[in-house]
Nanobody, 124 residues
């Protein structure tokens, strides 16, 4: 059973930065992919970014390319999403989860349960 836990959200002004953390416990992840999603009020959950656990390959949604980056601490089973130059449209609840590959992840076919997420609010 995979149980991702998100943290690091907050309130920031446009142009500011935040670093989100995702700790994914419960099993070894091998070549699986860890991804971030977000959901704004009244909208569906959308894919934000993903990273492979072993090789470090990354994917980013078009709206965050060039602004968001990843770092990892494999010993702590933790992935960090560094979010820079934040915009009001980045506001939402951010969730992380794990899937065997990027295609499954993108369509939400994930290995863990969806947690409460972490709120990111960007003011203009």
């Amino acid at each position: 059973q995979v149980q991702p836990v998100e943290s690091g959200g907050g309130l920031v002004q446009a142009g500011g930065s935040l670093r989100l953390s995702c700790v994914a416990s419960g099993r070894a992840f091998g070549n699986s992919v860890l991804g971030w999603f977000r959901q704004a009020p009244g909208k569906e959950r959308e894919f934000v970014a993903a990273i492979t656990w072993s090789a470090g390959s990354t994917w980013f949604g078009d709206s965050v390319k060039g602004r968001f980056t990843f770092s990892r601490d494999n010993a702590k089973n933790t992935v960090y999403l560094q979010m820079n130059n934040l915009k009001p449209e980045d506001t939402g609840v951010y969730y992380c989860n794990v899937a065997p590959n990027i295609n499954l992840l993108r369509r939400g076919d994930v290995m863990g349960s969806w947690g409460q997420g972490t709120q990111v609010t960007v003011s203009s």
